[in-house]
């Protein structure tokens, strides 16, 4: 019987115990040997696009919270100037005049090379989001003037406008307040969603205290383990005691 094999040609192969099992386990493990080489290329495309310094985290609508934590800590690695201008604006054409001490606009043909370093930076920002934004997004934004006017777009039309960003804050504060970790959960599943809404909260600039954290999720854990929170109370200080050190020394 003739197998074609995983490079176009044949192979002789008969039963098992004629020799023909050898070869089909030699197919196997090339077709299995090729499909790792490319997940490995799958994965390393996914690295350049999104985990690594080349290239900014790729935005997820469905996931806006988890994408712009992760893209304003990739952003400040980068360069916190470019955060900076994010948040607040371009930096302005501007130097103070060495006789007046006083900061003048000054025209493209004067600037010094340090000066338009910086002003490069500001289209270095727009960059770096264009560089994380999809297609639709971007056909959003391509009108926008500065890399806050990008930013701001995406915030209002992702994360809401003030009274959506209330609501889901108090959404939020209202799970945290009401969190509890059930008999037949384990310790990690509690943590894994106690961390999801802190970090929810903090990325709409809202949150507590550490003490609060460790105090609220020592409390939320079920009766059965309260002789071990009752111990980490009188043997630590809450109020420098990290939210994962509380979880080992459970």
Same mark, same amino acid.
């Given at each position: ?13 008969? /039963? ?20 790792? &080489? ?25 996931? #806006? ?24 604006? /371009? ?6 005049? *060495? ?12 600037? &010094?090379? /340090? ?26 934004? #391509? ?8 930013? *701001? ?8 406008? &003030? ?25 990690? &599943?509690?943590?894994?969603? #106690? ?15 550490? *003490?609060?954290?460790?105090?609220? #999720? ?5 009766? *059965? ?26």
């Amino acid at each position: 019987m003739m197998s074609p094999l995983l490079d176009g040609s044949t192979k002789q192969h008969t /039963d098992p115990a004629d020799g023909g099992f050898v070869g089909r386990t030699i197919q196997l493990f090339q077709t299995a040997f090729e499909f790792q &080489s490319l997940n490995r290329s799958i994965d390393s495309d996914k690295y350049l696009e999104g985990q690594s310094m080349q290239r900014p985290p790729l935005f997820e609508s469905d996931h #806006f919270i988890y994408w712009k934590n992760r893209f304003e800590t990739y952003v400040k690695a980068k360069d916190l100037d470019l955060w900076h201008i994010i948040l607040n604006g /371009d930096f302005p054409p501007v130097a103070r005049n *060495k006789e007046t001490q006083i900061l003048e606009v000054v025209a493209f043909e004067e600037q &010094s090379d /340090d000066l338009k370093k910086k002003l490069a930076k500001n289209n270095e920002a727009k960059m770096v989001l264009y560089n994380a934004l999809p297609k639709k997004e971007y056909e959003r934004i #391509f009108m926008c003037k500065m890399a806050k006017d990008i930013w *701001k777009s995406l915030l209002i039309t992702h994360q809401g406008n &003030s009274q959506v960003k209330d609501n889901k804050i108090d959404l939020l504060v209202q799970q945290y307040e009401q969190f509890t970790i059930l008999e037949e959960e384990s310790i990690d &599943s509690g943590f894994a969603r #106690f961390n999801t809404i802190i970090t929810s909260l903090k990325a709409l600039d809202e949150g507590f205290s550490s *003490k609060n954290y460790v105090r609220k #999720f020592l409390r939320a854990l079920h009766p *059965k383990w309260r002789a071990k929170v009752t111990a980490i109370e009188e043997s630590k200080d809450l109020s420098s005691l990290a939210l994962d050190t509380s979880l080992l020394a459970i």
